[in-house]
Nanobody, 128 residues
């Protein structure tokens, strides 16, 4: 199993920014698409972003709800994926998970049955 470790969550005011990090084992980013999911209490998990594997050309996809505000990127040398979140809103409050997918991205939505692994999650709270 691919072990993923998220960090960077916290409490931020509306309009603020946070950057989440997801550390993965070496070479993971070359072989797996990397997704960010989020889940709020009482809601189904939502795909936030997905960035394709090295084979897929590092193309990134975003949910409509975060497009223009969130950016996902990779540092292959550090085997780390990032989610830069700007202009945060109260409705962005959720536990954010990093996930590795066997199948390359075609949208921000990933098939849960095709995930190689998911991290433990990091809480993001947007509140005044």
């Amino acid at each position: 199993q691919v072990q993923l470790v998220e960090s960077g969550g916290g409490l931020v005011h509306p309009g603020g920014s946070l950057r989440l990090s997801c550390e993965a084992p070496e070479y993971t980013l070359n072989h797996y698409a990397m997704a960010w999911l989020r889940q709020s209490p009482g809601k189904e998990p939502e795909g936030v972003s997905c960035i394709s594997s090295g084979r897929g050309g590092d193309t990134a996809y975003y949910a409509e709800s975060v497009k223009g505000r969130f950016t996902t990127s990779k540092d292959n040398d550090k085997s780390t994926v990032f989610l830069q979140m700007n202009a945060l809103k109260a409705e962005d409050t959720a536990v954010y998970y990093c996930a590795a997918s066997f199948v390359d991205c075609s949208s921000a939505t990933v098939n849960p049955s095709l995930l190689a692994s998911r991290g433990q999650g990091t809480q993001v709270t947007v509140s005044s």
